[in-house]
Structure formats: structure tokens, C-alpha cells
């Protein structure tokens, strides 16, 4: 499992492969014209920013803070964290 140190030293294209590869989608949200992926990944979150309009993934964010939680927590559902 990665940490989340050495998953922020990784490039924006292989961020997303080991996000779609090993992260959890638990959530996602619209943010003014860009929609926000919400993905669990063993030891942190990431958030796939991705722009309808131009068709493009614009940002990869990750974190630990339960904190940055907030904007998902009328519709967030970490049920498939626990399974495994």
C-alpha cells in the first residue's frame, strides 16, 4: 500500500492510473463547472477534478485530513472501505 508522501511525488498520469486501479470511488460532487471524484486509497483520500466542457482531468488532490471531507458528507458512502 502506497503512502501518501511518496503517491504525491508520482506524476499526474500515474496518479490517476493507481487511483483508478486501487482507490475506492466513495463519492463524488459537482464544483462550479468541473465535476470531483471522491476515491479511498488504503491510507488517504484523492479527488479526480475532471472538466465536462473540455473533456480533460484537470487536478489530482489528495489528503488525509477528514477535515476536507465536508463538501461529501450528505452524500458520502464509505461502505466499500470496509470490505475486502
Known sequence: MMLLYYFNQLSFKVKYQYTKEFGRLIAYRDEEKQKVNLYYV?????????????????????????????PYLGDINISSVFVN
Not at 48 to 53: H, K, T
Not at 55 to 68: C, H, Q, R
Open 42 to 70: 488504503g491510507q488517504f483520500f484523492v479527488e479526480v477534478w475532471y472538466d465536462p466542457e473540455s473533456n480533460l482531468l484537470t487536478d489530482i488532490k489528495s489528503f488525509k485530513n477528514p477535515d476536507l471531507l465536508s
